[in-house]
């Protein structure tokens, strides 16, 4: 076959107003997926995310539950300070004070009032009058100054059985807790057991309804999804219908939970193996993970059914499971999950704080010369800086480093460091 007669290297080089031709060409081919990128992903939710969420059944939910739980969560300590200490190990040096410390001044940082399966089927007036006094004991912890700093209500879901009572009590207790015309800050709703992108259709269509019926300012009223099944991560056509599900909420949607029992046994598997570290429920949350990533939604992991409770122990067999999961699940980047019983307080805490404590010194000082552009001994590129900056930011949040610390480390203040994480969505 003959050498071609075009030359290698062109004879001379495109001008200026080609170039620029051909970039205005480009801009207007991808204006529409230009748009369709900046609307759909428009990078991490500003503030702070709670690093757990409590489920407590509506009935037993009252105004002081949080210092109730901050309480019982200490007396579980004292119960057996050694074996708290035996399953932090040898390093756990310095982490019981923090700890302490933390359920004497902030034991919950989010909590779900539950009218779903740990609340069940009662009668409705009982369930009627249930979201009434949950509301106003709810309003009147804010008021006093010891609601947890995040907060909301699990309904009944939108499958067709539960779908009127779910949305009945949903409408009574934002009719109560709404009376002055607002939302509290932090608030949210968990929309559970979610099987179809058309279920979040539905609930942007109900909140925005809600917020006229109660004159709330319009996009107050936000929700999570409950992903609980298999349905929800995988659809007929074998899309990843979850991602469909977060770009359905129109803004509205903060977090995709993982619902750890309900997935499983929908998939098939028995009861003595259902659990956070289970093959399908790692499927699941890196679907999840994948869904949400760039998008401001934030994923929290499921719960450990083994309650730290009884016997000695079985008190510390529950505790070390709980703490290993916990770690577990940070070192996966899901930095939230659900905690059942007051005695899981110590090791969720205990978890986190070792988590961020153990990587601060190493992140920061990688951080400060990224920023300074000095050697060391890693390559980090301006992605790297950002998971960087957010691992220090987490730990800022939830009390595991101070903010003069993080910044005395790192060089970086704590606006600064929201810059380089890009935490930018609403």
């Not at 909301?152 to 009590?169: C, D, H």
């Amino acid at each position: 076959m003959p050498p071609s007669s075009t030359p290698l290297q062109p004879s001379g080089s495109p001008s200026a107003a080609a170039l620029e031709s051909l970039a205005d060409e480009l801009d207007n081919r991808l204006a529409d997926a230009d748009r369709a990128l900046r609307e759909g992903y428009p990078g991490e939710r500003a503030g702070r995310q709670p690093v757990h969420t409590v489920y407590v059944p509506a009935d037993r939910y009252s105004e002081d539950l949080v210092p109730r739980w901050g309480a019982a969560a200490l007396a579980s300590l004292d119960a057996d300070p050694e074996g708290f200490r035996a399953v932090l190990g040898q390093g756990g040096t310095g982490l019981e004070e923090r700890v302490r410390a933390k359920l004497a001044s902030e034991p919950v940082e989010d909590l779900r009032i539950d009218f779903e399966d740990g609340y069940g089927d009662r009668p409705d007036d009982q369930e009627d009058e249930a979201a009434r006094s949950a509301a106003r004991a709810l309003s009147s912890s804010l008021g006093r100054g010891e609601a947890a700093p995040f907060h909301g209500i699990r309904f009944k879901s939108f499958e067709a059985p539960t779908r009127r009572r779910g949305l009945r009590t949903l409408a009574l207790f934002l009719e109560e807790l709404a009376s002055a015309g607002v939302l509290p800050p932090g608030f949210v709703v968990t929309l559970p057991k979610v099987t179809s992108v058309e279920q979040v259709e539905a609930m942007v269509v109900a909140a925005s309804r809600f917020e006229e019926m109660l004159g709330l300012a319009a996009g107050s009223l936000q929700f999570e999804i409950q992903v609980e099944t298999p349905q929800a991560v995988l659809g007929p056509d074998g899309t990843a219908l979850v991602a469909r599900m977060v770009h359905a909420a129109a803004g509205r949607c903060t977090g995709l939970h993982y619902g750890t029992y309900d997935y499983s046994a929908s998939c098939g598997i028995a009861a003595q193996f259902q659990s956070m570290e289970h093959p399908v429920a790692d499927y699941a949350k890196a679907v999840m993970q994948a869904a949400a990533a760039g998008t401001g939604v934030r994923l929290s992991d499921g719960s450990t059914n083994v309650l730290p409770v009884g016997e000695p122990e079985a008190v510390r067999a529950g505790w070390a499971l709980h703490h290993r999961l916990v770690r577990r699940s940070l070192e996966r980047g899901y930095y939230q999950g659900w905690d059942l019983h007051p005695a899981q307080l110590p090791t969720r805490y205990a978890a986190v704080f070792a988590f961020y404590r153990d990587g601060l010194v190493q992140a920061a000082d990688r951080l400060r010369r990224y920023v300074e552009r000095t050697d060391s001994g890693f390559l980090d590129e301006p992605a790297t800086a950002r998971a960087l900056a957010d691992f220090i930011l987490r730990g800022v949040d939830c009390g595991a480093v101070g903010a003069a610390e993080a910044q005395a480390l790192s060089g970086v203040d704590a606006a600064g460091l929201a810059v380089l994480a890009r935490r930018v969505a609403g």
